[in-house]
């Protein structure tokens, strides 16, 4: 369970106008990514005289929220295909409305502008040795538009082989295009996102790890690198790091690897495209080419909660970008990073209360973009129960 082997004691190097101001809260949230953020702010918005903060362990935004590939995305047909046989057609039906209602909710928070919104459209790619899988998924695209037609929209998916030669692919024998998928700009995203939650009055405290818990009847005392906090309640949304607090919980991380080339010129590739059901994704961005995955070709050596890259997918990553996306093009890779996901046992976010005081959420399942908004209200409405 919760650590809470250590006694609070507040560091007397503070003064007592720092003790009396920034240290006691009435709700504290661990992360400041994207689940943290919104859920700060949805408390803050239904309680304006709550007093909030946020902890983040990081300078900016540790885990994935910053680090992700900007995907505005509710799933390739390959992916709804395996997502289907794992848990039946109802409820895929309903994880990709809040999918699609949390994409929404973020660009409604935001406004398209503020992050980089361009509906773009979305591609899977299939190679020719992939016959079987582009023959299956190719036969799924009536049912999964009619499947979406009352959530998304009418005809989201359909075949594009004409863009195959348009874009310089090579070994690619099928593309399938998604009208309503769309890319965003990560690094705007945050920013405006912070931004928000500052101008409603929420403190945000970076470089603050929490390293101890101890929760009593009526507070939580937090031990952290920066100093000793007290809250009345606290909401743990640190995602891929859940199990460094709530070490009891069946949650593994996921390293997603991600490289971007320099720019480009004449580049004529533009949108964003998956490959290898999921697997592999890659988009423009500014005349460059952004290209992440291959977690799957070490599953072991990459459910770490470790930054870092490895010859074996940085390699595969530039293997793709030469046979495959552009095999036209000289390019040269500009820039080398990874984020850390979070996934579990279901497709489905956790969102649970473990203590009259605490309540969590984790595993967005690599659609944190898509779900962050809403899981992070969820969270805040599961918040809202302890008040």
Same mark, same amino acid.
């Given at each position: 369970?919760?650590?809470?082997?250590?006694? =609070?004691?507040?560091?007397?190097?503070?003064?007592?106008?720092?003790?009396?101001?920034?240290?006691?809260?009435?709700?504290?949230?661990?992360?400041?990514?994207?689940?943290?953020?919104?859920?700060?702010?949805?408390?803050?918005?239904? =309680?304006?005289?709550?007093?909030?903060?946020?902890?983040?362990?990081?300078?900016?935004?540790?885990?994935?929220?910053?680090?992700?590939?900007?995907?505005?995305?509710?799933?390739?047909?390959?992916?709804?295909?395996?997502?289907?046989?794992?848990?039946?057609?109802?409820?895929?039906? @309903?994880?990709?409305?809040?999918?699609?209602?949390?994409?929404?909710?973020?660009?409604?928070?935001?406004?398209?502008?503020?992050?980089?919104?361009?509906?773009?459209?979305?591609?899977?790619?299939?190679?020719?040795?992939?016959?079987?899988?582009?023959?299956?998924?190719?036969?799924?695209?009536?049912?999964?538009?009619?499947?979406?037609?009352?959530?998304?929209?009418?005809?989201?998916?359909?075949?594009?082989?004409?863009?195959?030669?348009?874009?310089?692919?090579?070994?690619?024998?099928?593309?399938?295009?998604?009208?309503?998928?769309?890319?965003?700009? /990560?690094?705007?995203?945050?920013?405006?996102?912070?931004? =928000?939650?500052?101008?409603?009055?929420?403190?945000?405290?970076? @470089?603050?790890?929490?390293?101890?818990?101890?929760?009593?009847? /009526?507070?939580?005392?937090?031990?952290?690198?920066?100093?000793?906090?007290?809250?009345?309640?606290?909401?743990?949304?640190?995602?891929?790091?859940?199990?460094?607090?709530?070490?009891?919980?069946?949650?593994?991380?996921?390293?997603?690897?991600?490289?971007?080339?320099?720019?480009?010129?004449?580049?004529?590739?533009?949108? /964003?495209?998956?490959?290898?059901?999921?697997? =592999?994704?890659?988009?423009?961005?500014?005349?460059?080419?952004?290209?992440?995955?291959?977690?799957?070709?070490?599953?072991?050596?990459?459910?770490?909660?470790?930054?870092?890259?490895?010859?074996?997918?940085?390699?595969?990553?530039?293997?793709?970008?030469?046979?495959?996306?552009?095999?036209?093009?000289?390019?040269?890779?500009?820039?080398?990073?990874?984020?850390?996901?979070?996934?579990?046992?279901?497709?489905?976010?956790?969102?649970?209360?473990?203590?009259?005081?605490?309540?969590?959420?984790?595993?967005? @399942?690599?659609?944190?973009?898509?779900?962050?908004?809403?899981?992070?209200?969820?969270?805040?409405?599961?918040?809202?129960?302890?008040?």
């Amino acid at each position: 369970m919760i650590k809470i082997s250590y006694i =609070y004691q507040m560091n007397s190097s503070f003064s007592y106008w720092e003790q009396t101001s920034f240290f006691n809260y009435d709700i504290v949230v661990t992360g400041s990514g994207i689940v943290g953020l919104n859920c700060a702010i949805h408390l803050k918005k239904t =309680y304006s005289n709550l007093k909030i903060a946020i902890l983040e362990r990081g300078f900016l935004p540790s885990g994935a929220s910053t680090k992700n590939a900007g995907f505005a995305c509710f799933g390739s047909i390959s992916e709804l295909i395996e997502q289907e046989n794992l848990i039946g057609t109802d409820r895929l039906a @309903n994880l990709i409305e809040t999918r699609w209602k949390g994409l929404l909710k973020l660009r409604n928070l935001l406004g398209d502008h503020n992050i980089d919104y361009q509906c773009l459209g979305g591609y899977e790619l299939f190679k020719k040795e992939e016959e079987v899988s582009s023959i299956r998924s190719v036969a799924k695209i009536e049912h999964f538009n009619k499947l979406l037609t009352d959530v998304v929209g009418k005809n989201t998916f359909s075949p594009a082989n004409e863009k195959i030669n348009a874009f310089g692919f090579d070994q690619v024998d099928q593309l399938i295009f998604n009208q309503y998928e769309a890319q965003i700009d /990560t690094g705007k995203m945050m920013f405006s996102l912070i931004s =928000y939650a500052q101008q409603l009055g929420i403190t945000i405290l970076n @470089n603050c790890e929490v390293e101890e818990i101890r929760n009593e009847a /009526t507070s939580v005392y937090l031990k952290t690198n920066a100093g000793d906090f007290q809250c009345s309640r606290l909401a743990i949304a640190t995602n891929a790091f859940v199990q460094q607090l709530l070490p009891e919980l069946d949650v593994k991380p996921g390293r997603g690897q991600v490289l971007i080339t320099k720019p480009i010129p004449d580049l004529k590739l533009a949108g /964003t495209f998956h490959y290898d059901k999921g697997f =592999y994704y890659f988009r423009n961005i500014n005349q460059r080419i952004l290209l992440g995955g291959g977690r799957n070709l070490d599953f072991e050596t990459e459910q770490t909660s470790q930054f870092g890259e490895t010859n074996l997918i940085q390699s595969s990553l530039e293997e793709l970008l030469k046979t495959v996306i552009l095999p036209q093009h000289h390019f040269e890779i500009d820039q080398r990073w990874s984020g850390i996901m979070s996934f579990g046992s279901t497709l489905e976010p956790l969102i649970k209360t473990v203590s009259p005081n605490i309540c969590y959420a984790t595993c967005c @399942n690599g659609m944190g973009v898509a779900i962050g908004s809403q899981t992070g209200e969820d969270l805040a409405k599961e918040m809202i129960k302890l008040l």
